[in-house]
């Protein structure tokens, strides 16, 4: 009987023992392909909308994806050796497909009522195709005579703060051989370099967190702005000051940069969230996104100021808060 | 006069000494793992890199093996330049002390006929020949066209924990 107890209580201290030093693992980034406005426009990929007398251009990637087997060697290809890399790209084109049959499959949802599926205007702008890092793909065949070359530009880029993370440009040899070799011999080319872009940046982000964006705003009506003075740790200080100093401690190393403030509005960019945190409702430590991430700063004004905050979050790393209602 | 005296016996020394120094230096870079040349040819099959690397020895076979040594050191810590048909190749290892911190994995890792071998197949049969076997001063300096299996390699140094992987981390 004792030698069973010992047996249970050596099993559930390494149980303990795994659960405590178990490293939580990041939120992985989603990446896409996304063929450029420059080869869409090139191949006559896209449509023209007159918006206000000024025509605009709207790329049109299904139409791209159907029609051009040569972007979809490419992204196949490129899809092929990330997943090697055990960081599997998502598809536009599938995401595009899916989209579309889920617009079609949630207009036919009902209960035994007849109601159907509750959704907001924000619930369908956010089920739009939306990677955490875009690569911006643009290619070019000139021919010479029977010979053809393939020139190349990848830019990966952070979908939320714009930054480019990775870009490579190139050309492939001057060949007679058939134009997928030469894609696939163009992608083989520059690979190698562009994945260590992609690891100089998770590199980064693992050093100094994730950088992401914050938007905040006031509700129409709402009597208080960013301008309104509180009091805080005994002084008096506008909101904007106390909002300031929440990312002076939450942000890593304090890292971030407010790039505009007005009595109605902030904008805090390049914000270093950390890639992991306490879980406040759960208490456990779990990767962190924007919303987990921002819901410190929704507490604190809401505990301390009783000013209510609705969040509206957009990917892993862009938040609009609005203050004044939930 | 005497200060004079002094100052050029001072120089008469110094001159010889620091000569001698560099005549050391020269020697310990010719001896020196890293001083070997390696051109890209062009971009290889999936997962591979074709590449020309040199290699010195006392006998040809020896510049042979070095070279073939050469051809995985370039990939893992000095990355393989651009030519006009293919992009640069950055070195797997990024950690500039990358094998003074593995200084026990790497030596054992690039014995002769070490764990090295699995990765390089080289594409010509014999002992190279004119312009890629050249007579030097204390023996030979040889070319050889080989193909390195990169990514072969690449997952060998992120199984046994030498470098990241892309997802780690995640």
């Known amino acids: 009987m004792k030698r069973i107890l010992l047996i249970y209580l050596v099993l559930a201290f390494m149980c303990q023992v795994t659960v405590t030093f178990a490293q939580v693992a990041a939120k992985k980034p989603t990446i896409m392909v996304v063929p450029s406005d420059a080869w869409c426009i090139r191949n006559g990929f896209y449509s023209e909308v007159d918006i206000d007398g000024v025509k605009e251009k709207t790329m049109d990637y299904a139409k791209a994806f159907q029609e051009n087997s040569d972007i979809r060697a490419l992204v196949a290809k490129m899809g092929d050796i990330m997943a090697a890399n055990q960081f599997p790209i998502k598809s536009l084109e599938e995401k595009m497909k899916d989209l579309a049959t889920d617009a079609g499959y949630n207009a036919l949802v009902t209960n035994k009522s007849g109601e159907s599926i509750r959704e907001t205007s924000i619930d369908m702008l956010n089920k739009s195709a939306k990677?955490?890092?875009?690569?911006?793909?643009?290619?070019?065949?000139k021919r010479n005579g029977p010979r053809k070359q393939v020139s190349f530009n990848l830019t990966a880029v952070d979908a939320y703060s714009g930054a480019i993370i990775s870009g490579n440009t190139g050309v492939?040899?001057?060949?007679?051989?058939?134009?997928?070799?030469?894609?696939?011999?163009?992608?083989?080319?520059?690979?190698?370099?562009?994945?260590?872009?992609?690891?100089?940046?998770?590199?980064?982000?693992?050093?100094?967190?994730?950088?992401?964006?914050?938007?905040?705003?006031?509700?129409?009506?709402?009597?208080?702005?960013?301008?309104?003075?509180?009091?805080?740790?005994?002084?008096?200080?506008?909101?904007?000051?106390?909002?300031?100093v929440w990312f002076e401690l939450n942000a890593v190393e304090g890292r971030y940069s407010e790039q505009s403030r007005s009595e109605t509005q902030m904008i805090f960019e390049d914000v270093r969230m950390p890639m992991t945190g306490i879980n406040p409702l759960s208490g456990r430590e779990s990767a962190m996104d924007a919303s987990k991430f921002i819901s410190g700063l929704t507490k604190m004004l809401k505990d301390n100021y009783g000013i209510p905050v609705k969040r509206f979050i957009r990917g892993q790393g862009k938040v609009l808060l609005v203050l004044g209602e939930k | 006069m005497n200060r004079i005296i002094t100052f050029l016996l001072v120089l008469l020394i110094s001159v010889p000494?620091?000569?001698?120094?560099?005549?050391?230096?020269?020697?310990?870079?010719?001896?020196?793992?890293?001083n070997f040349e390696v051109e890209t040819i062009k971009v290889g099959t999936d997962g591979t890199k074709f590449i020309k690397v040199w290699g010195y020895g006392r006998k040809v076979d020896d510049a042979i093996v070095q070279a073939k040594k050469n051809a995985v050191y370039a990939c893992i810590f000095r990355g393989l330049p651009a030519n006009t048909e293919a992009n640069a190749t950055p070195p797997l290892c990024t950690d500039p002390n990358g094998y003074m911190n593995n200084q026990e994995y790497f030596d054992n890792f690039f014995e002769t006929a070490g764990p090295y071998i699995d990765f390089v197949n080289v594409t010509t049969d014999g002992v190279p020949s004119g312009e890629d076997r050249l007579k030097v001063k204390k023996g030979y300096k040889v070319a050889l066209y080989v193909q390195v299996m990169h990514e072969n390699l690449k997952r060998k140094l992120q199984a046994d924990r030498i470098i990241k992987s892309l997802s780690s981390g995640f």
Request: aromatic share 14%.
């Open chain 1, 131 to 141: 990677p955490d890092i875009i690569l911006d793909l643009d290619f070019d065949v």
């Open chain 2, 17 to 34: 000494v620091a000569f001698s120094q560099s005549r050391k230096e020269r020697k310990a870079l010719f001896e020196s793992m890293q």
């Open chain 1, 172 to 244: 492939s040899s001057n060949s007679s051989a058939p134009l997928t070799t030469l894609l696939e011999e163009a992608v083989l080319s520059f690979m190698d370099n562009f994945i260590n872009g992609l690891q100089r940046h998770f590199d980064d982000m693992f050093q100094y967190g994730r950088i992401i964006k914050v938007e905040m705003k006031i509700f129409d009506g709402y009597y208080d702005d960013f301008e309104t003075e509180y009091e805080y740790n005994g002084m008096t200080a506008e909101l904007g000051d106390i909002i300031n």
